[in-house]
């Protein structure tokens, strides 16, 4: 049986969405024809050249303008009424629950009439989304006007902060499946919907290519940089990693600390150092490609993610591929990959001396030790999160879903 998928992301490409570009060339690997759909054009100057060629090969629903939405949505109630009276009843209550309003949902309504004409015209005949935000309620709707049926991933942490809001036991009610990136993700999935649903909740790791898991773990670099790579926010934990650093250097210790990302908190962060005299040993480089976060890592001593909320970051994934160690929090699925003590250390979320305990017994570890444990991180993720496996499973639950 052919297997003809649609991916929908509300923003794909993206530069911190490669985990789905390796997904979905996992899936072509194998056979697979997949169409990419995303709710809104990328926004972004995209800096891998991987992205640049996903954004040629990808429909953006918001591209069509309101008239073109307007049009889809007209088509869409005068072909098929009934479905889109239904339709239109659960965009209403979806509305309803959700602190993004009705309106919003009436746009989703939109989006999924033009989705429909798409997947009807390419003869897809299975939709997955990534995330149960938007782009499930978007996934949703169109089966509901009369589309193919639909999976989708979620991911956290904002699924489980707000899962009434976002009506996940809804959206998961109408789909096939739904993937979970973690035990722990499977866990939250289960608490908001029956027990007689929890068979239809798979575990699908995000995965890293062959890039990363070919080399094996690579020579250790004998300096005292440390690299932590995510989006400049609150929830990813850098300003409280620029508290610790100072504290170590109020105490002598030396090192170099590289922000690799980019984000709305880029000003406030580059202020912090400033103000805790950090110029000198702390970097941010700005968005990075897939080549350029790879030779960060190689570059480092160690990855540092003090989160305070995740799925499974996949940058801890690549870090470990590599051989690198990696210091992060006891914070959804991190504990799944990263064992205290064996390929890495873990401490508490949200405590700057926790985290600066943690970073000097990363810099004073030998070179011998960290090998050892770069070795461990590397088995495990190629265990975990080879991504062509984890593909494979995730093209069987396709096939299961389709009519």
Known sequence: MSLDVGYLVNQYPHVSHSFIRREIAALEDQGATVARFSIRPSSEELVDPADRDEALKTQAILGVGPLGLLFATLRAGLTGFGAFVAACRAAVRLGRRSDRGLLRHLVYLAEAAVLLRWVRVRGIRHLHAHFGTNPAAVAMLTRILGGPTYSFTIHGPEEFDHP?????????????????????????IYRWIPYTEWPKVHLVRCGVDVAFLAA??????????????????????????????????????????????????????????????????????????????????????????????EGLPVVLMEALALGRVALSTYVAGIPELLQDGINGWLMPAGSAPALAQAIRRVLDASPQALARMGAAGAAAVAAQHDAYREAAGLAGVFRDAMP
Do not use: Y
């Open 164 to 188: 009434i809001e976002l009506s996940l036991p809804e959206k998961i009610a109408r789909a096939t499946a739904v993937m979970a990136v973690s035990s722990f993700g499977r866990s939250q």
């Open 216 to 309: 094996g773990p690579q020579p250790i670099v004998d300096n005292r940089r440390l690299v932590c790579v995510g989006r400049l926010t609150e929830q990813k934990g850098q300003l409280l990693l620029l508290e610790a650093m100072a504290h170590l250097k109020s105490e002598g210790v030396s090192f170099e600390l590289v922000l690799a990302g980019d984000g709305a908190m880029r000003g406030v962060i580059e202020g912090r150092v400033r103000e805790l005299g950090l110029q000198d040993a702390v970097r941010i480089t700005g968005w990075l490609s897939n080549d350029a976060v790879r030779s960060e890592l190689l570059g480092c001593r160690a990855l540092v993610l003090p989160s305070f909320a």
